[in-house]
């Protein structure tokens, strides 16, 4: 197989890599180098998001949860914080886009590259390529960081590699490197929009198979999302996120955009009154509570709420005498939950083994654990991490939670399925499955729930997409559970 047919990102990085000198979190010194010559200054930025990469691949950490450890660690913020987060997580995006640059430019393959070295390289490459770092800095200051971080030997192996790179732009180096389009649609895109082969495969079934709205998908995966804001009913107001610096938003009623800064920054943020939501994951909650039962409509259940964010929603919006229950099979995210929310009451508690009696909450929330595929804009690396083999895995447990939502709502009640992931067997393909095996339950369509947003799709299912509404690619399916006789 030639260079040019291996698809993008359908390898990790060797995991059995030397662990000598440099390693993540490894404080430099001022000793001198071979030849008596004195080690380069550290470059803070550009050493954070190297730790960070470097963590990802030997702790497989969560870059969005590292990220902000690290900046407040070393103590930076504004211009600094802001170039160590767009190296770090660029690097992370465009991982297989610069695998296969750096294989043309090297003699030998990344996955033979010592991990530390590559990822020094494939932070180089991100600034050579995607950002306005004149090249000659971009080179020195890698070369700098790999002479510090590793060693004399592996900077001019680094120089070397990066210095090839520098003599072509993204497009030119794409043409070369990116499969034939006519030949090889998926693996074109897989390259040139750095996603995994199989991924691609995924999200071009989801848009239905039209290369350009796959092209868009991908392109938006890629884009820094922004920061979206949920100001929790009763607890504070999107009105005061605007006074501290948000924006209004697009869709949600309790939603507001913070175009810059730490939200934690924001006082209705650190006093625990407003949380960090994606403007989507509230709107699939509001759906829920839209959908009219008749009768009583005091009892909800959020089957899988942890971390908490759905569950903080709807707790606010049970109303005067309403209760939510909030369970998750983890304890450590049911303690989450326990914080975020209110009044709920929260318990570990396993859905598919439910503690609950049956055919007594009037909504039920499944957001149903799945690969992510619809947040790969906030969580870069995961594209690297989810192998395809885990989709019939996770399929049959939404499938399984989905029928222990239906029995646990009441004759009449409502249940809302949600995933965070646009995969098709993981949405309606799961949804059509438990149809038929719940006779009598009816398949609502949820877009007349949402009405403040196009683009939901041809129904009766609602799915968000990052292209079209800048949002994580949420899916919603609403169902009514039969009347009681």
Same mark, same amino acid.
């Given at each position: 197989?030639?260079?040019?047919?291996?698809?993008?990102?359908?390898?990790?990085?060797?995991?059995?890599?030397?662990?000598?000198?440099?390693?993540?979190?490894?404080?430099?010194?001022?000793?001198?180098?071979?030849?008596?010559?004195?080690?380069?200054?550290?470059?803070?930025? !550009?050493?954070? $998001?190297?730790?960070?990469?470097?963590?990802?691949?030997?702790?497989?950490?969560?870059? &969005?949860?590292?990220?902000?450890?690290?900046?407040?660690?070393?103590?930076? #913020?504004?211009?600094?914080?802001?170039?160590?987060?767009?190296?770090?997580?660029?690097?992370?995006?465009?991982?297989?886009?610069?695998?296969?640059?750096?294989?043309?430019?090297?003699?030998?393959?990344?996955?033979?590259?010592?991990?530390?070295?590559?990822?020094?390289?494939?932070?180089?490459?991100?600034?050579?390529?995607?950002?306005?770092?004149?090249?000659?800095?971009?080179? #020195?200051?890698?070369?700098?960081?790999? !002479?510090?971080?590793?060693?004399?030997?592996?900077? !001019?192996? $680094? &120089?070397?590699?990066? !210095?090839?790179?520098?003599?072509?732009?993204?497009?030119?180096?794409?043409?070369?490197?990116?499969?034939?389009?006519?030949?090889?649609?998926?693996?074109? /895109? $897989?390259?040139?929009?750095?996603?995994?082969?199989?991924?691609?495969?995924?999200?071009?079934?989801?848009?239905?198979?039209?290369?350009?709205?796959?092209?868009?998908?991908?392109?938006?995966?890629?884009?820094?999302?922004?920061?979206?804001?949920? $100001?929790?009913?009763?607890? #504070?107001?999107?009105?005061?996120?605007?006074?501290?610096?948000?924006?209004?938003?697009?869709?949600?009623?309790?939603?507001?955009? /913070?175009?810059?800064?730490?939200?934690?920054?924001?006082?209705?943020?650190?006093?625990?009154?407003?949380?960090?939501?994606?403007?989507?994951?509230?709107?699939?909650?509001?759906?829920?509570?839209?959908?009219?039962?008749?009768?009583?409509?005091?009892?909800?259940?959020?089957?899988?709420? +942890?971390?908490?964010?759905?569950?903080?929603?709807?707790?606010?919006?049970?109303?005067? +005498?309403?209760?939510?229950?909030?369970?998750?099979?983890?304890?450590?995210?049911?303690?989450?939950?326990?914080?975020?929310?209110?009044?709920?009451?929260?318990?570990?508690?396993?859905?598919?083994?439910?503690?609950?009696?049956?055919?007594?909450?009037?909504?039920?929330?499944?957001?149903?654990?799945?690969?992510?595929?619809?947040?790969?804009?906030?969580?870069?690396?995961?594209?690297?991490?989810?192998?395809?083999?885990?989709?019939?895995?996770?399929?049959?447990?939404?499938?399984?939670?989905? +029928?222990?939502?239906?029995?646990?709502?009441?004759? +009449?009640?409502?249940?809302?399925?949600?995933?965070?992931?646009?995969?098709?067997?993981?949405?309606?393909?799961?949804?059509?499955?438990?149809?038929?095996?719940?006779?009598?339950?009816?398949?609502?369509?949820?877009?007349?729930?949402?009405?403040?947003?196009?683009?939901?799709?041809?129904?009766?299912?609602?799915?968000?997409?990052?292209?079209?509404?800048?949002?994580?690619?949420?899916?919603?399916?609403?169902?009514?559970?039969?009347?009681?006789?």
């Amino acid at each position: 197989m030639t260079r040019g047919e291996r698809p993008a990102g359908d390898r990790r990085p060797g995991r059995d890599a030397v662990r000598g000198r440099g390693g993540a979190g490894r404080p430099a010194t001022g000793r001198a180098t071979g030849r008596g010559r004195p080690r380069p200054p550290r470059d803070e930025p !550009r050493n954070a $998001a190297y730790d960070l990469l470097r963590a990802v691949d030997e702790r497989d950490a969560y870059a &969005n949860l590292l990220m902000p450890t690290l900046l407040r660690e070393r103590g930076l #913020s504004g211009r600094d914080a802001a170039l160590a987060t767009e190296l770090a997580y660029g690097t992370l995006r465009g991982l297989g886009t610069y695998d296969e640059i750096i294989a043309a430019c090297s003699d030998r393959p990344p996955d033979e590259i010592d991990p530390p070295v590559l990822d020094a390289v494939r932070l180089g490459a991100h600034q050579l390529l995607k950002t306005r770092v004149p090249p000659h800095a971009a080179v #020195s200051a890698t070369v700098d960081l790999v !002479r510090l971080r590793v060693g004399a030997g592996a900077s !001019r192996f $680094a &120089n070397a590699i990066l !210095r090839k790179v520098a003599t072509r732009d993204l497009p030119a180096w794409l043409a070369i490197v990116a499969p034939e389009a006519a030949a090889d649609p998926v693996g074109h /895109l $897989a390259v040139t929009h750095s996603h995994p082969r199989w991924i691609t495969s995924a999200l071009r079934d989801a848009v239905g198979g039209d290369p350009a709205e796959t092209a868009a998908l991908l392109a938006a995966d890629n884009e820094r999302p922004v920061v979206t804001l949920v $100001a929790w009913p009763g607890r #504070s107001t999107v009105d005061e996120l605007v006074a501290a610096g948000a924006t209004p938003a697009r869709y949600s009623p309790h939603a507001a955009y /913070l175009p810059e800064g730490d939200p934690a920054a924001i006082p209705a943020v650190a006093e625990g009154r407003a949380g960090v939501q994606d403007e989507a994951s509230q709107l699939v909650a509001l759906a829920l509570t839209r959908v009219p039962v008749a009768g009583r409509d005091d009892r909800w259940l959020d089957m899988c709420a +942890g971390p908490g964010g759905k569950a903080a929603l709807l707790d606010a919006l049970t109303g005067a +005498g309403g209760h939510l229950l909030a369970a998750d099979q983890r304890h450590h995210r049911a303690r989450l939950v326990y914080r975020a929310t209110r009044r709920a009451g929260v318990v570990t508690a396993d859905g598919t083994r439910p503690a609950w009696r049956p055919g007594v909450f009037d909504r039920v929330l499944v957001d149903a654990p799945c690969t992510g595929l619809g947040a790969l804009r906030r969580r870069p690396e995961a594209r690297w991490r989810r192998p395809a083999g885990s989709v019939p895995e996770l399929a049959a447990l939404q499938r399984e939670l989905l +029928g222990s939502a239906l029995d646990a709502a009441r004759p +009449g009640g409502v249940v809302g399925y949600v995933t965070c992931s646009p995969h098709l067997a993981e949405t309606r393909v799961v949804v059509e499955d438990v149809l038929r095996r719940h006779g009598g339950a009816e398949l609502l369509d949820a877009r007349a729930y949402l009405p403040e947003v196009a683009g939901l799709g041809d129904g009766p299912y609602a799915q968000f997409w990052p292209h079209r509404h800048r949002t994580d690619a949420m899916f919603l399916a609403l169902l009514r559970t039969p009347p009681g006789a």
